[in-house]
């Protein structure tokens, strides 16, 4: 499958750049004045000047300024492990305990020198983005809500068709899931083993994200106070939805519906309606939110947020079909699978 091959690639980024109008790379602070060099400062004066609140840097039109390369790797998990249940946080120490737990239990390296490894050991650690801590406050799963740090139940509906769905061997590329068939890594924007790496570009009227997995560029139309632009017609979906953004305060809203119902987050159907919020915390850092609400499909909405740290490194290619032989191979084994039931089958009636 992909991985983070060294071969720069701009051309998604140039068309980024034709269809936002304003220009989107490069944008400083509006204010770039150089400061003297400050004398000394008082106690009282300085404990005032630590207290005072961070304030993002902002783009030539006002705009909170979020563009640069952000990395959500984690070792914190979505969902919170049942031997974790009732805890909320960890301590400073018991994070570091999971974190090296959980590296030895996820080292592919590792696991190929066992020779009951499966094939999930595919990789081997050199192309893994798993991050190497707990981020933020040490919580125990990304899922703030429900309290319990778990995705609520599915629907009945939702239940029964995944089960019909699974009990049968898939007739072709379009059963299998597109992050097998280099589509789409799908929202919300959460850790995945690898390739965990975003860049945000602005310009007038328009926020671009570009994810580094299956190399798709979300382009998000913002609202102004007065001019909310509706989503498109219910007839009009995407794989990635159908974004609307707005400013509230130095936060970016994106409502996202009109999902095409193909990337089955967790159970998510075409119904989806996903919120997500950003917000710049400090130089280094975007804490992301979402609540996924979908009523077809979950029992009630379910919120997560994870941090998203600036990075120095850059958005490569993602070579999705790259010596890729999954569908083929998986193909091929569904279908001797059948063939091998039908010739037991045979030999049963014989």
Request: aromatic share 8%; charged share 25%.
């Amino acid at each position: 499958m992909s991985h983070r091959f060294l071969t720069g690639a701009t051309a998604a980024l140039i068309s980024l750049a034709v269809l936002i109008p304003a220009r989107i790379t490069g944008q400083a602070p509006s204010s770039t004045a150089k400061k003297s060099a400050p004398g000394p400062k008082s106690a009282a004066a300085q404990k005032g000047a630590a207290a005072k609140p961070w304030t993002p840097p902002r783009t030539p039109d006002g705009q909170p300024d979020f563009q640069g390369i952000w990395a959500i790797a984690t070792l914190t998990p979505l969902e919170r492990p049942a031997e974790l249940a009732g805890k909320e946080f960890f301590t400073e120490q018991e994070a570091a305990e999971y974190e090296n737990r959980m590296l030895q239990q996820v080292n592919t390296d590792r696991r190929s020198q066992d020779s009951t490894a499966d094939l999930r050991g595919n990789y081997n650690e050199f192309w893994r983005d798993r991050g190497s801590s707990i981020v933020g406050s040490r919580r125990t799963s990304l899922i703030v809500d429900p309290p319990d740090g778990k995705i609520p139940p599915l629907t009945p509906e939702t239940r029964k068709r995944r089960a019909g769905r699974a009990g049968g061997l898939p007739a072709g590329p379009e059963d299998l899931a597109l992050r097998i068939r280099c589509i789409s890594r799908g929202l919300p924007m959460v850790p995945t083993p690898n390739n965990n790496f975003f860049e945000i570009v602005q310009g007038a009227g328009n926020v671009a994200i570009l994810q580094e997995m299956m190399y798709e560029a979300r382009i998000i139309p913002l609202s102004g106070p007065l001019d909310a632009r509706p989503h498109s017609a219910p007839s009009v979906r995407g794989y990635m939805g159908d974004a609307r953004g707005r400013w509230e305060g130095d936060t970016l809203v994106i409502d996202t519906t009109n999902f095409i119902g193909k990337n089955d987050f967790y159970g998510a159907d075409e119904n989806l309606h996903l919120t997500e919020r950003l917000t710049r915390t400090d130089e280094n850092t975007i804490l992301y939110k979402f609540t996924v609400d979908d009523p077809t499909a979950f029992t009630k909405p379910w919120s997560g947020e994870i941090p998203m740290r600036k990075s120095q490194e850059g958005i490569f290619d993602y070579e999705c079909h790259e010596g890729n032989y999954s569908i083929v191979n998986i193909l091929s084994g569904a279908r001797a699978a059948e063939k091998a039931a039908e010739q037991a089958a045979q030999q049963g009636q014989k």
